[in-house]
């Protein structure tokens, strides 16, 4: 039976998630449309030449083209709606750095948004540090948010005496003291904003940053006790901004049309008491169609950009109107939409766990007695008696390992008893599916039965929000897309962990617990992607049996549409990421220089071996944390 592409990317969903960024080419290959049109980077073709770069798997794939689209859109959808409303003011974008703190990610989105006045958000000293060595647009501010001391302040303000617009976001009332004190000691006016706490809660799986339990903002009271206190110290004049963030991820548009109305009528409220703000900040929460479903589920967002932006335009447009003030330059903190799409993670299975082989056809005569049932059982169960005898089955099997465990059977007998209970469960399972009700315990036996293919990557390095939150990821083969897949499987990493393992994915309408791949073939490496990995993934990830970063290739389509490595980045070595955690390479293999010596003084290992277990030690330490299936 044939299958074509068109099938595989409706299973897969890639018009569904995919946004105009990924296709399959006639080849049955995955392909990448960084400029979101007929031109694409074919991922699997990219591998000789990432190989050529001596890069590795798992790979990281970033591409730098589709942060550039995506800055495109967002501003594109922003200025539409200005337009639409005749809104009289601008629209500013500032890319939250925690998303992504990659130095080429944040250049690249510094980059594209230049002319349009893009600036940046940080969240900690580092972060701002970061900030300050990119020259932005004069329109562009940078906002300072998360809890803040004297030298985050001292930094924020040396950075306004440069002629940055850096703008200190009150998080918590005693900051204001705190940055009142600052700014006389270096006789600096700073530009400043107030964080506040909305009473509208938002939607989907990052919920905890909204509400009035929230980490972060400023009650109402504790607001009009920093504009008082910003009119005693003087600095009113530089309370430019207003603030909010009511989670990541939002996936109803009801939540950001209330959360921006509230917002705004803040920002109204405090205008029309004399207060200078010019800028309303409406934070992250912009989300990213990680199932394609377009739904309010925690993996979909049931708006689109476009909405978004027309929302958050015509309910502050709204709202001034009404209050009889000058609208706001509007500032989004958009992090995730930028990001999500430009990197993928590619790796291959080098394996996968088995049922015991099922095709046995007869019992050897010296074969056990108690085997003979167990043998009947399977080869007399019927399309009707199937539950019956699958029970009976049960009770046998259970018996044989009984039996075992007392010494009456041997190791031989107990894997005929293992490969005859398997073949039980293959064909129970088979009549069970064609039952119109399939009872819950042949569901559990159908997730039983799962394959698992084992695959060079971590989880925890690589999207640790799986583990961590449950994210769900498109997952999907590069290659052989033009042929039926055929094996229902699940993804395990190669730590030792059993939450190591991908077992939830993407459905446009509902969530899968396995995935149809294809059959492996002996010899030949079988490769997929996990993709969308672009925001809060590549940057977050942890060490776990200490599998490191990964090796990363920067891909980008050239003027006639041929697609160029134009960087290749090396992730760790073993003696790197030994050093994260306190070890000393030079030391460890001086410790195993002692016992070589030992050895050899000993009359035990001989000159030549001495040297090869040496050498052998040294070359683990300079090599890549993942696995060589090749
Ligand atoms: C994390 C964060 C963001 C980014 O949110 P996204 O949903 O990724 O766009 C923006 N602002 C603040 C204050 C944040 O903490």
């Not at 207060?275 to 589920?297: A, F, H, I, Q, W």
């Not at 039980?424 to 399939?438: C, N, P, S, T």
């Not at 939830?504 to 969308?532: N, Q, W």
Request: charged share 30%; with cysteine; net charge negative.
């Amino acid at each position: 039976m044939s299958y074509s592409s068109r099938e595989a990317g409706r299973y897969y969903g890639i018009d569904a998630w995919g946004n105009g960024y990924f296709g399959i080419n006639d080849k049955g290959h995955l392909t990448v449309h960084p400029l979101r049109d007929a031109r694409g980077v074919d991922v699997y073709g990219l591998l000789p030449h990432l190989t050529k770069r001596k890069l590795r798997c798992p790979v990281l794939l970033r591409f730098p083209q589709i942060l550039k689209s995506r800055l495109e859109e967002l501003f594109g959808a922003f200025n539409s709606a200005i337009r639409e409303f005749h809104y009289p003011g601008a629209y500013r974008g500032v890319f939250p750095i925690k998303v992504n703190q990659n130095a080429d990610v944040v250049a690249a989105l510094v980059k594209a948004g230049r002319k349009r006045g893009f600036g940046l958000e940080a969240g900690s000293k580092a972060e701002l540090a970061v900030a300050l060595t990119h020259r932005l647009d004069d329109k562009a501010i940078v906002v300072c948010n998360g809890y803040k001391d004297a030298d985050y302040v001292r930094l924020a303000l040396r950075a306004t005496q440069l002629g940055r617009k850096v703008i200190l976001i009150v998080e918590k009332p005693h900051e204001v003291e705190l940055i009142a004190r600052v700014a006389k000691q270096l006789k600096v006016k700073p530009w400043l904003g107030a964080r506040i706490r909305l009473h509208s809660r938002s939607s989907g799986k990052w919920t905890e940053s909204s509400g009035s339990g929230s980490k972060f903002g400023l009650t109402t009271q504790e607001l009009l006790d920093a504009v008082s206190r910003f009119d005693e110290h003087g600095l009113l004049p530089g309370f430019c901004l207003v603030h909010f963030h009511v989670g990541s991820q939002i996936t109803e548009i009801r939540s950001i049309k209330a959360a921006v109305k509230e917002g705004a009528r803040v920002y109204a409220k405090l205008r029309a008491t004399g207060c200078p703000v010019e800028y309303l900040d409406v934070g992250g929460g912009l989300g990213v169609d990680y199932d394609g479903s377009k739904t309010s589920y925690e993996a979909s967002m049931n708006y689109s950009v476009r909405e978004y932006a027309n929302d958050v335009v015509y309910g502050v447009q709204e709202i001034c109107e009404a209050e009889d003030v000058p609208p706001p330059t509007l500032v989004s903190e958009s992090g995730r939409a930028l990001t999500a799409y430009h990197a993928l993670l590619i790796s291959e299975v080098g394996g996968q766990n088995r049922d015991p082989d099922r095709d046995l056809v007869d019992l050897p005569a010296d074969a056990h007695d108690s085997l003979r049932e167990l043998y009947e059982i399977r080869d007399e169960m019927t399309r009707k008696n199937h539950r019956e005898f699958f029970h009976d089955a049960q009770a046998r099997y259970d018996e044989l390992h009984a039996q075992f465990d007392l010494g009456y059977l041997s190791l031989r007998d107990r894997a005929l008893a293992e490969r005859l209970m398997a073949g039980v469960r293959r064909q129970a399972l088979e009549y069970a599916k064609d039952e119109r009700f399939m009872p819950d315990e042949f569901q559990r036996l159908e997730r039983r039965l799962i394959s698992k293919y084992i695959a060079n990557f971590s989880v925890f390095q690589s999207l640790p929000d799986h583990w961590a939150l449950d994210q769900l990821f498109p997952v999907l083969p590069i290659h052989r897309l033009d042929e039926r897949p055929t094996v229902q499987a699940t993804l395990c990493d190669v730590t030792c962990d059993s939450f190591g393992e991908i077992d939830r994915f993407v459905d446009i309408s509902d969530r899968r617990t396995s995935l149809a791949l294809h059959e492996l073939e002996p010899g030949k490496p079988y490769y997929f992607a996990i993709t969308l990995l672009g925001a809060y993934q590549d940057v977050l990830g942890d060490y776990h049996n200490l599998f490191g970063r990964v090796d990363e290739a920067h891909v980008q389509l050239d003027k006639n549409g041929k697609a160029r490595i134009v960087k290749a980045v090396r992730g760790d070595e073993a003696h790197e990421v030994l050093e994260l955690f306190g070890y000393d390479p030079d030391a460890m293999i001086e410790r195993v220089q002692e016992q070589i010596e030992e050895r050899v003084a000993a009359g035990k290992l001989g000159a030549k071996a001495a040297e090869r277990v040496r050498k052998e030690y040294e070359r683990s330490l300079d090599g890549y944390t993942y696995l060589d299936f090749g």
